[in-house]
C-alpha cells in the first residue's frame, strides 16, 4: 500500500498520513526541519511538504517561526496531542500483530498415552506439520499420571489420556470414547463369539492393563459383579505390547485403537461396556496459542475419524 493514500471520511475530509504524523511528531522536538530530515533520513523539502500537507488537511496553521526555529501554534499543540494518541494506537496494534506472528512460530510439547499415542495422535502431528511447517513439535508417550503432572506443572501444553485426572490446575476436555476389546489368537476357542463376558475369560490366562490404569479397577469389578476374579497373568502400561505378549489361549485387554490390524489376531468387545474416555488436557490458567488451538482440533478430527472407522468395522 502507498504512503501517499487519499482516504476520506464521511464529511469529505482527507485524513492525514501516518507518515506525515511522524514527521510532525519529530519536528516538535526538532523544532528545525533540518534535523528532523536527518533523523528519519528524508530530504528537507519532504519534511516541509509534509507538514504542508498536514496543515491542508486540516486547515490550521501548525508552526510558527521565531530566531531560526519553529514553534507549535495553540492549534498545533492540540494536533500534537491527537497525533501522540494515534501513533500509540498504532503501536499497540503493531505489537498486537506481532504477538500473533510469534504464536503461530515456535514449539508445541504434547504427550499422549502409549495407546493414544501410536494411532491417531501420531497421524495428528503429521497432518499437523504439513499445514503449519513452522512449528517444531515435541511429541512423547508417557503413562497417565506422569501426563497429568506435566501439565499441571505447565510442562507440556497438551496431554492425551484415558479418564479424568480430576487435578485443579488442569482443563480436561472430553473428545470421544472407545470400548474395552479382547485381543486372542484366531484359534482360541472363543474367537468364534461376538462379545466376551468375564464368565467367558474365567479359565484363561489374561494380560491386562497396569494397577494404576483406569481399565484396571473397572476390570476387577466387572468380575466381581460376575463373582469371579480374573487370572491376570501379565500387567501391560501398554496395550499395545499386548499382541506381541499373546501366547496360545492368552487374552488380552486392550483399547482398540492401539491395536494394528494382523491376520493371525481376533478382536472382539467385552460386555458388559467398558468405556474408554479419551480426554485432551491443558493447563487451567493458561490461554493456547494458536498453533495449539489449531493441533487441538486436528487431534479431535483424528480421534474421532479413528473412533468413528472402529464402530464400522465388523469384530475381527
Known sequence: MKNTYKNHNHFGMLYPNLRHLEIFLSLCTTGMATKTAQ?????????????????????????????????????????????????????????????????????????????????????????????????????????????????????????????????????????????????MRKSHPLSSLTEITALDLSPYPLISFDVEAPPSVQIREAFSRAGLQANVRIEINASLLAAEALRDETVAFVDPLSVKPDPELTLLPFTPKIPLSIFMLTHQNKTPSLPVAAFCDTARHLLFRAVNKLRDQPAR
Not at 508552526?63 to 492540540?78: S, V
Not at 494506537?89 to 515456535?106: H, I, N, T, W
Request: contains cysteine; charged residues 20%.
Open 39 to 183: 533523523a528519519l533520513n528524508l530530504t528537507q523539502p519532504a519534511v516541509s511538504k509534509a507538514i504542508s500537507s498536514l496543515e491542508e488537511v486540516n486547515q490550521v496553521q501548525l508552526f510558527e517561526r521565531r530566531r531560526n526555529r519553529l514553534y507549535l501554534t495553540a492549534n498545533g499543540i492540540r494536533i500534537r496531542d491527537e497525533a501522540e494518541r494515534l501513533l500509540n494506537q498504532v503501536g499497540y496494534f503493531q505489537a498486537e500483530v506481532d504477538a500473533l506472528q510469534k504464536s503461530r512460530r515456535g514449539e508445541i510439547n504434547i504427550l499422549a498415552i502409549p495407546s493414544l499415542g501410536t494411532g491417531a495422535i501420531a497421524s495428528a502431528v503429521g497432518e499437523f506439520l504439513i499445514s503449519h511447517p513452522e512449528i517444531n513439535v515435541r511429541f512423547n508417550i508417557c503413562m497417565s499420571r506422569q501426563i497429568s503432572e506435566m501439565v499441571a506443572q505447565n510442562r507440556v501444553d497438551i496431554g492425551f489420556v484415558h479418564g479424568s485426572s480430576s487435578h485443579p490446575s488442569i482443563k480436561e476436555s472430553f473428545i470421544t470414547e472407545t470400548d474395552l476389546h479382547c485381543l
